[in-house]
């Protein structure tokens, strides 16, 4: 791609990492939607592990998130505590912050742990464009 210099895209790459790379926004491109259910990460209290959908959805301006920097950021959580709510709102900031869409909002489903089920939704922007 003519201009982008892309330091993980083409690139031998297996270490989990947090950076988000971006490209320009295709023509008539008006939603994205990165869904995965491959997500892990820490009860920050007990350390143990749970298991989460995410789901990514925003409307571009000028660029959109590159999917392999995707998988190596949503990697790097495998490892760290964090809540489900603050899951989702670290990452939608982080998402908003590196493609600077109108809005995004990020769907964390965390799969049941001791019969409990935790739906969090985070949304940064504007909405009401």
Not at 97 to 109: E, G, L, N, Q, S
Request: glycine share 6%.
């Amino acid at each position: 791609m003519e201009g982008f210099n892309f330091e993980i895209l083409g690139k031998k790459v297996s270490t989990p990492m947090r950076k988000l790379e971006i490209f320009p926004t295709p023509e008539h491109v008006k939603r994205d939607v990165l869904d995965s259910d491959e997500v892990t990460s820490l009860c920050p209290v007990t350390g143990q592990p749970d298991w989460e959908r995410v789901c990514i959805e925003f409307e571009p301006d000028k660029f959109c998130i590159e999917s392999k920097s995707l998988k190596l950021y949503l990697w790097s959580f495998r490892e760290e505590g964090a809540f489900c709510e603050s899951l989702s709102s670290k990452i939608a900031q982080d998402i908003f912050d590196a493609c600077k869409p109108y809005w995004v909002k990020v769907t964390i489903y965390q799969k049941s742990r001791g019969g409990i089920t935790i739906t969090a939704e985070s949304l940064v922007g504007n909405t009401n464009r």
